[in-house]
């Protein structure tokens, strides 16, 4: 540089490392202008991405069917199906038989499908040129879609809405390493927080040391209060490797998700779950049924009104009929 | 850089980059992707006189910080690229003119495109942004530079030919 471009080329440097400097530093105190300027340039990119997406994902699939070469697509399609199914009924399977081991019937994964969703195709996936994991879809705002609106595949979870248009919307992938969901063990009901890696794999945090995990858990998300950004039951993954070392504070999981990330073409978006879905189970809660039903003894001892009041109430049936009668 | 230039390189730029989001970031390329916008981009830079890498670097960076799946702050891809640019302007002399050896061109520009995501995520490592596992991101770069020199032979013939076509008369 300072043989060939001299003062004036420093000049521009500076101007030019300042001009960014000045950006970021707009971006980071939440400026509207920088904002903005990305919400413009994905109105603009969903329509082109739709058409492309239409005329392109024989391509985009091109290096995955070369790897699935031999295999004849009705074998494929075969094989996928039955596989979704089996899945689905071993997530349902472990979350009533965990739930009735332990008298809670704060869940009915049956309930899931009260869930109301919004279909949506992928259009594009997030840029190489980012580290961030993202998918965008065909639908947004005008289909009732908003931020933080969980979204599912086929086989559960996939991530959740991160920014929308009118028309489209960006959905951060479960896999994306600044994503955390709240799980639940559905043998054990032990519950944790689950992230992404990067990769096809995640990490499970169990937020109770003593709590039960194996391999071969199945994992359901916990919710979130008011459903946002997680509606609670949809199925997540499977605990692949348990460490439970000495040396840990509490125990870690890698867990392998249901869903493909790499294989998305239609996903759904929970614009509304069901209001009698537990939306809090995160904290212990005492079991009251075994305690009023089960164990007469101790019922001298309390009054209903201090039943009612002390005991937190997880089950949702009484809640669930009121709000059915409104 | 002529202002026509400036405009006709940021119209490229974003061309490009809707070409990228839009098409090749559906290909689920072996090893995580491929960026043709940034292996298109060092390119250019590459070509480019002092001046010329410097503003075609801060250009590159503007219009790819557009790209709504990015969790950086906008202005970051520009600060990198316009430091892409320095580079390829301070080292120009000494490594004689580029354009003279394919080979050599290639490699430069892998090796660009690999400085320019280590760089993006040291200063992601730097804000606060959660990027992946060592091992995940490893991946994703590796998977870049391969990419970026195995294609770049493929579209360096035609870029030459296009950029040639939109420079003046003057900065023949």
């Given at each position: 540089m300072a043989r060939g471009g001299g003062n004036r080329s420093r000049l521009l440097l500076v101007i030019l490392l300042v001009t960014a400097l000045f950006f970021i530093t707009l971006d980071l105190r939440g400026v509207n202008l920088t904002k903005g300027s990305r919400s413009i340039s994905q109105t603009i990119l969903s329509p082109v991405q739709r058409t492309v997406s239409d005329i392109f994902s024989p391509v985009g699939r091109f290096f995955g069917d070369i790897k699935n070469f031999g295999k004849t697509n009705a074998e494929l399609q075969n094989e996928l199906a039955t596989n979704k199914l089996l899945k689905a009924e071993i997530a349902t399977n472990a979350d009533i038989k965990g739930q009735l081991t332990q008298l809670?019937?704060?869940?009915?994964?049956?309930?899931?499908?009260?869930f109301k969703v919004v279909a949506a195709r992928v259009i594009a996936r997030g840029?190489?040129?980012?580290?961030s994991q993202t998918i965008t879809i065909d639908s947004g705002s005008s289909s009732g879609i908003r931020s933080n609106m969980t979204v599912i595949s086929q086989n559960g979870l996939i991530g959740v809405v991160k920014t929308t248009t009118s028309s489209s919307a960006i959905v951060l992938l479960?896999?994306?390493?600044?994503f955390r969901v709240g799980v639940r063990i559905a043998r054990s009901q032990s519950v944790g927080v689950l992230s992404g890696l990067g990769s096809n794999n995640y990490s499970l945090v169990l937020l109770d040391p003593s709590g039960s995990i194996k391999i071969g858990d199945t994992l359901l998300t916990n919710g979130s209060a008011g459903n946002k950004p997680f509606v609670p039951g949809v199925p997540v993954g499977v605990v692949t490797s348990v460490d439970d070392s000495t040396g840990t504070l509490t125990q870690t999981a890698t867990v392998n998700s249901y869903a493909n990330l790499n294989d998305l073409g239609v996903v759904s978006v929970i614009v509304s779950a069901p209001?009698?879905?537990?939306?809090?189970?995160?904290l212990p809660t005492p079991n009251p049924v075994v305690t009023v039903?089960?164990?007469?003894?101790p019922i001298p001892l309390l009054s209903p009104g201090a039943t009612a009041s002390a005991i937190p109430t997880p089950t949702s049936t009484p809640s669930s009929v009121a709000t059915k009668k409104k | 850089m002529s202002p026509t230039r400036i405009f006709t390189t940021l119209g490229f730029f974003f061309a490009l980059f809707v070409i990228q989001e839009?098409?090749?970031?559906?290909i689920h390329f072996p090893l995580s992707g491929f960026s043709l916008y940034l292996a298109i981009a060092i390119s250019l830079i590459a070509f480019e006189d002092h001046n010329g890498a410097l503003v075609t670097g801060f250009l590159a960076g503007i219009v790819l910080d557009l790209s709504p799946t990015s969790n950086a702050p906008f202005g970051q891809w520009a600060l990198i690229l316009t430091g892409i640019g320095f580079l390829f302007a301070v080292n120009r002399d000494s490594i004689a003119d580029l354009t003279s050896s394919p080979i050599t061109f290639v490699l430069f520009v892998a090796g660009g495109v690999a400085i320019a995501l280590v760089t993006y995520l040291a200063f992601g490592a730097l804000l606060g942004e959660q990027n992946g596992s060592l091992g995940h991101d490893g991946k994703v770069l590796l998977g870049n530079t391969i990419w970026t020199l195995v294609f770049t032979p493929m579209f360096l013939p035609a870029l030459e030919r296009v950029r040639e076509y939109s420079l003046t008369a003057r900065e023949r």
């Open positions: 809670k019937g704060v869940l009915d994964l049956a309930g899931r499908g009260n840029s190489a040129s980012s580290f479960m896999s994306d390493p600044s209001t009698t879905a537990p939306t809090t189970p995160i039903y089960v164990t007469p003894a | 839009s098409a090749v970031s559906l």
